[in-house]
């Protein structure tokens, strides 16, 4: 009995330590200037592949390997912010407009339409009347419209 606790023991002790460092649990919302809640924000734990994104009204929650660490706040339209964490368990975070004019916008689009009553953009005016027949396949570089 004496040797198997013994060897239990040290393993425990092991188990325990480990799992005490990683416990560690930051929680927050993530604001703009305006104090509204930005959803999808990246939020990450720097030096490491430890990821998540803010909520619909702007919470999140990482766990992170330590409380003396860094993380950034990205969003696509704002500055990165990097705060160091200092063992602070709740980080509340604003962040600011980028001030910069967009030089090209690229739109990607997925789906499924019917073949009825689509219709094509003709260049330089509004849609064209000609409707696009049933099953036909179309190389314009026009939009496609759903009537």
């Not at 604003?94 to 001030?99: A, D, I, N, Y």
């Not at 030089?103 to 330089?124: D, F, I, N």
Request: hydrophobic content about 40%; proline content about 3%; glycine content about 10%.
């Amino acid at each position: 009995m004496k040797k198997l606790f013994f060897l239990l023991f040290p393993v425990v002790i092991l188990i325990l330590a480990f799992k005490t460092d990683r416990d560690h649990t930051i929680k927050g919302f993530v604001r703009d200037v305006n104090g509204n809640a930005l959803a999808g924000v990246s939020i990450r734990y720097v030096g490491a592949s430890i990821v998540t994104t803010s909520g619909k009204d702007g919470s999140y929650s990482i766990s992170v390997p330590s409380l003396k660490g860094e993380l950034a706040f990205t969003s696509v339209g704002f500055s990165e912010l990097i705060i160091p964490i200092k063992g602070l368990t709740k980080l509340d975070v604003v962040l600011h407009e980028l001030q910069q004019d967009l030089q090209e916008v690229v739109v990607v689009g997925y789906g499924a339409e019917k073949e009825k009553g689509v219709y094509r953009q003709c260049p330089g005016s509004g849609i064209c009347n000609e409707q696009i027949a049933p099953g036909a396949r179309t190389r314009s570089a026009g939009f496609k419209w759903v009537l």
